[in-house]
């Protein structure tokens, strides 16, 4: 069986897709799942499913909640083990040897990171593009749910974006700067703010002959910054303007600078 968190819920086996048609069935074995192996309160249960007021009887409907979880699992596990199990104060699930999408996310993401930090391009490339290919949408779709939830959906979405960043970087110290234009656009505009995806489009259209294109990139990123936030781009994307501007290639390195992934911003 595999768990996909990384867009709509899905569960699949073997191919056949199982859907669970009750959301709040969804939302319990949600927030089971991004809590595997630990105990999960029946108060943080409650708090999930029913975010904004519980019913009176929220006890006894999520009990009810649990024992059709209980059996559609069953209905779709050769084994026949139960996958959830009562452990006071609440419920532990455990995964066994079924797999979640958004565990594969993060181990190939750490395993490219890993591989792009000790300059092997080739395997990080395709590692990051295998991570980025599990994400079918917003995690959970997009949903507002309970605090345990969302706090997992910003974490994840932090981490795709981390991913998107590294992917580029392999690319780039790949020669193929042409091949990540049209992607690092589309991300200027879904991310206005992100200084790193800026930074980057600019040194894809430089080596790409597009010097023009990459100046125009920072004055639109400059005018929106100081528009919006008071605030012209960090120091990283002005140096980066700067030396364009000289065609100083010595300061037009691909390599990000320690303390990248943490991406702190200046003071």
Same mark, same amino acid.
Request: charged content about 25%; some cysteine.
């Given at each position: ?36 192996? +630990?105990?999960?309160?029946?108060? +943080? ?6 975010? &904004?007021?519980?019913? #009176? *009887? ?8 649990? =024992? ?9 596990? !050769? ?21 979640? &999408? ?9 395993? %490219? ?22 994400? *079918? ?25 981390? =991913? ?10 790949? %020669?193929?700067? *042409? ?42 990123? !400059? *005018? ?25 290639? %010595? ?6 600078? #320690? ?5 702190? #911003?200046? %003071?």
């Amino acid at each position: 069986m595999r768990y996909g968190l990384l867009g709509p819920l899905r569960l699949t086996e073997e191919g056949a897709e199982c859907v669970i048609s009750a959301r709040k069935v969804e939302v319990l074995l949600a927030t089971l799942l991004i809590r595997e192996g +630990q105990v999960v309160s029946m108060d +943080q249960l409650i708090g999930e499913i029913w975010p &904004d007021k519980p019913p #009176r *009887r929220a006890t006894a409907a999520l009990h009810v909640y649990v =024992c059709t979880l209980r059996k559609l699992l069953d209905n779709h596990q !050769h084994h026949r083990r139960p996958t959830v199990h009562t452990s006071p104060p609440g419920y532990i699930f455990e995964l066994g040897t079924d797999e979640a &999408d958004f565990r594969l996310f993060l181990d190939l993401l750490g395993r %490219g990171r890993a591989a792009l930090r000790a300059y092997r391009y080739e395997e990080a490339d395709e590692l990051l593009e295998r991570a980025l290919a599990l994400w *079918r949408g917003p995690v959970f779709d997009g949903h507002e749910y309970g605090p345990m939830m969302n706090e997992f959906a910003r974490s994840l979405t932090e981490r795709r974006t981390e =991913c998107l960043e590294l992917y580029v970087e392999a690319k780039h110290r790949l %020669g193929e700067h *042409r091949q990540t234009i049209g992607l690092l656009y589309s991300l200027t505009d879904e991310n206005p703010f992100h200084e790193t995806f800026y930074r980057q489009l600019m040194l894809a259209l430089y080596h790409s002959e597009r010097k023009a294109d990459a100046l125009d990139v920072y004055r639109s990123a !400059h *005018r929106l910054f100081l528009e919006e936030l008071g605030l012209p781009p960090c120091d990283a994307v002005r140096n980066l303007h700067n030396a364009i501007l000289a065609d100083d290639m %010595g300061s037009l390195s691909t390599a990000q600078p #320690r303390g990248h992934l943490a991406r702190a #911003r200046r %003071g």
